[in-house]
């Protein structure tokens, strides 16, 4: 199978193999617009469903306890309020801290019976109060203000480093897609959103970015001389760049989520709620996603936002002009034909050769 | 092939690298012999738990404790606490309380960036007397010594006037005295001549208080809430030496523009062994400060004193000598610090004053939130996905993949060296958040040997020879490298820079990764695939290397120079296996019949032989691909000259 896959690469790579990846942009474009409409209802109902990290939530304190069993305690709460996963903590030798999300005042009361039946102190023991988000507005304030200054740098960075900042716009859109769909899926589950999560969410924005930037790297390169020939136009040459990046892109993805998707198997499976499977769940679908939106959606938008270019809309319309006139008179010019089937295609890869040097030069001999 | 035109030095590169690697496990090993350092890394709230600290809120005006007031003291703990490293703290309200866990057994001077409120103010000192209390007939002996002096960044007063109005104003107080008092506080003036006037001032109640007032009674000398600013005050230094009559705030707190803590300069440039705090004045602070200063040096001791009162204790008091007047908005306040202690205060003084003052209701350890359960497990599951990412990068790119192998390895030393490092000298502390982001790490850092693997592959497809291959590859591959993780470094900066908390650790682990893959790359992945180019294994593309020519379709000959063609000897076998493949030339758009060999000749040649071809089979016979793309592609009659 990795011969097959050496030899599809390969045939990739010269183009013998070509998937019509931007000549199909508007199918690619429906899939992201369904996935991503498909999100934004998910996003409203039942929405993201934000941990007492960010709405604080109910606090029980149990002093005095001979028993420091933190299992003991989380089983006290579901049975009273089922679906809920506090978190227990020991303080100072001889309490437990258990934090919830916000209960009503019927199951506060009812969980704080329980918990000094659980432990089998008297009910006075068991102090509650209400606790404020540990993850406060100022974080959050502070996190998107952070964001923003960022999208901004690396929009400037983008358009300075590839000289067009149509190719930074693609990267922001195939961003915010992969932003919203994780979003989504993460609300479509149904988790809690932990600061956990929110990281994953943030690893997501540099990998999107990043994923895009290496694809858009080979895009710039094949594309660098579209104006100088007549041959390929530039949607042609940008899909050459996408198929010749394919491998790397699976390969990246797949040595990238094979870390991630061990997490996920281990956080969901054997350690249930928790850090681990919040950070994992988000970064596996962003992952996925990001590769997706490299492939299929940067380029495309990048190309249908250069094809509004006046020069390229030119040079395109030229290129297929000549293409039409040519396949209605190669059939009777013999000549034509022996010159095609002879000619050596560049798409983009092949640059002259540079001077190598002095030492490069052939030396007499003594 | 043209060989490499500058002198690669592989082995060089490597050893700094092993020197790198040296450097950081050797300062870590003297760390371990002279002071705290250990081997492994210190680990954060959720999986090591810490200690936890209740504030309560203490002001004489209830009003003043809202949620607002509670949620900016959060805030500026949350500021503090970052400034001094990147421990994560968890800080919640509860209630009217605000609940601070830190992790670990956190230092003394962190605990006091929590605690203290750092309300700053600089008033006029109206007298200094002996500790204990006096009688009435001894007070107000005035004590001649402070402990500091005004290091006065000292200009002749070349201040300009203009600003002294406005700075009269700004700094005259209203006087409000209170009648309902029964001693009597009222001054025997109606209005005070300007802060430093005792006979306004001193009233008998101040100086009744001032009396009684005993600083050798360790009570008095906690600090607490300042007092009311347009007044006088009574109160005494931290250590108890002296106790002080101080004038109404002069310049508040807020003013202060940074702070920074440093070793005090002579005005030589020297620099003595005391450990002073530096402050900036903003504009209206500046104003002030020129004012005061102008005033205070005219005045006979103790009134040529400024206090500088911190949390309702003069920490401070220095003189001020007749003609020392600083107008350039600088002050340095030296009392007694440590290096520690100068380092909280400026950073107390950098965020900001608490809106309230808190008393600690109570300090315990807490346990971890997660346990070592789910350190454990996620260390496992990251060990499963390696072992995954080896075998497939071993599938993928055989005897190559050993390469990415031991360039994660190499990563995965950097990392824990620079962490074990870092949770040393900057407080840095693994939270399983970081754990996880590691593990991803791998991704992004397996990404950068990819990419240059596949460029190494493309060159080889274009017929190069292999050590011409990964001289190209590499330049090429390295541009798309750095061009990529300048947006995670850039993305780090900026998240690390601007935000607090969580976040603010996650920008670090970023920022730390992507410069140790890119350290990884240059300093290892590159040199060592420079020097296995050189191996026979490889260089000669043995089919289990991953750099086999003929597997990546090299399979049509090739021009060597001087008139050779190079047909390797099982391009036969090859075409014979592919069945009715047809060599198709490197970056063809698709389609098109074509031998790649970039010589004239064989380009006459093989026009030559499509000639003859044509003229037997019927045109588009030979036409071999049933692609989509293929449909519409050109078959163009152009040569290769005009296209450039």
Known sequence: MAQGFAQWGNDLYTGRRSYDIVGRRRLWYTISAILVAVSAVLLIKPGLNPGIEFRGGSEFVVSNVENLDQQLAIETVQQVAPGESPKVTTVGGQSLRIQTAELSNADVEEVQGALAEAYGVPEGQVTTSFIGPSWGADISRKAITGILVFLLFVTVVMTIYFRNWRMAVAALIALFHDLIITAGVYAGVGWEVTPATVIGFLTILGYSIYDTVVVFDKVRENTADTLDQSRFTYAEKANLAVNQTLVRSINTSVVALLPVASILFVGAFVLGAGTLRDIALALFVGMLIGTFSSIFLATPVEVTLREREPAIREHTRKVLAARGRRATGAADDEDAEALAAATIHSAGQLRPGAHQGVAAQPKRRR | ?644
């Open chain 2, 1 to 644: 092939m043209a060989p490499p035109t500058r002198r690669h030095r592989p082995v060089r590169t490597l050893l700094w690298l092993g020197l790198l690697i040296v450097a950081i496990f050797g300062t870590i090993f003297a760390g371990t012999k002279t002071s705290d350092a250990t081997w492994t890394p210190n680990l954060a709230l959720d999986l090591e738990g810490g200690t936890q600290i209740i504030l309560k809120p203490v002001s004489e005006d209830p009003g003043a404790i809202t949620d607002e007031t509670i949620s900016q003291a959060i805030e500026v703990i949350r500021q503090r606490v970052d400034s001094s490293g990147v421990a994560e703290a968890e800080i919640t309200s509860q209630g009217r309380n605000i609940v601070v866990a830190l992790p670990g057994t956190p230092s003394e001077e962190t605990l006091d960036l929590v605690r203290t409120s750092a309300q700053m103010e600089f008033r006029p000192v109206l007298a200094v007397g002996a500790p204990t209390p006096t009688t009435a007939d001894d007070a107000a002996a005035p004590e001649p010594t402070p402990s500091a002096s005004a290091e006065a960044q000292a200009t002749d007063g070349e201040e300009a006037a203009a600003d002294e109005g406005a700075a009269e104003a700004a700094a005259t107080p209203t006087p409000t005295p209170s009648a309902s008092t029964p001693a009597s506080d009222t001054p025997s003036k109606a209005a005070p001549d300007n802060p430093s006037d005792v006979a306004y001032y001193v009233t008998p109640a101040v100086q009744e208080r001032f009396d009684a007032l005993d600083c050798t009674d360790p009570a008095n000398l906690t600090g607490g809430a300042p007092g009311a600013p347009d007044v006088a005050y009574v109160t005494c230094d931290p250590d108890g030496t002296s106790k002080f009559i101080l004038g109404p705030v002069e310049i508040p707190g807020k003013n202060i523009d940074s702070a920074s803590s440093g070793l005090r300069t002579t005005s030589t440039g020297a620099t003595t062994g005391e450990w002073v705090v530096n402050l900036e004045f903003n504009s209206q602070g500046t104003t002030q400060f020129t004012e005061v200063t102008t005033r205070l040096q005219g005045l006979s001791s103790p009134q040529n004193q400024f206090a500088v009162v911190l949390d309702g204790l003069v920490i401070s008091w220095p003189s001020l000598s007749p003609g020392t007047i600083i107008s350039d908005g600088k002050a340095e306040i030296s009392g007694g610090f440590t290096r520690e202690s100068a380092a909280t205060l400026a950073n107390q003084l950098n965020f900001g004053s608490l809106p309230l003052s808190f008393t600690v209701q109570s300090e315990e350890q807490i346990s971890a939130t997660l346990g070592s359960e789910q350190l454990q497990k996620g260390l496992i599951a990251g060990l499963i996905g390696l072992i995954l990412v080896v075998i497939y990068s071993l599938f993928q790119y055989r005897a190559l993949g050993l390469l990415t192998v031991a360039s994660l390895i190499v990563a995965a030393v950097l990392t824990y060296g620079v962490i074990t490092l870092l949770s040393w000298t900057q407080g840095y502390r693994l939270s399983l958040p970081g754990v996880a982001g590691l593990i991803v790490a791998i991704g992004i850092t397996a990404d950068s040997f990819i990419v240059y693997f596949e460029r190494i592959r493309d060159e080889l497809r274009e017929g190069r020879t292999l050590q011409a291959a990964v001289e190209r590859g590499w330049e090429r591959a390295r541009r798309t490298i750095l061009a990529s993780d300048a947006v995670n470094l850039i993305a780090a900066l900026v998240l690390y820079a601007l935000t607090v908390g969580g976040v603010r650790g996650f920008a670090f682990t970023l920022g730390l990764t992507t410069i140790i893959d890119v350290i990884v790359v240059f300093l290892f992945t590159h040199p060592m695939m420079t020097l296995i180019a050189r191996t026979r294994f490889f260089g000669d593309g043995h089919p289990l290397s991953g750099l086999d020519p003929r597997r990546l379709g090299v399979d049509t000959a090739r021009y060597a120079g001087r008139g050779r063609v190079v047909t390797p000897t099982t391009s036969g076998k090859a075409a014979k296996k592919d069945g009715d493949r047809v060599p198709v030339g490197v970056g063809t758009g698709g389609g098109a019949t074509t031998s790649s060999g970039p010589t004239i000749a064989e380009r006459r040649a093989a026009a030559r032989a499509a000639a003859g071809d044509a003229a037997t089979a019927p045109p588009g016979a030979t036409e071999p691909t049933p692609d989509a793309a293929a449909q519409d592609e050109p078959r163009t009659g152009r040569t290769e000259g005009s296209e450039h």
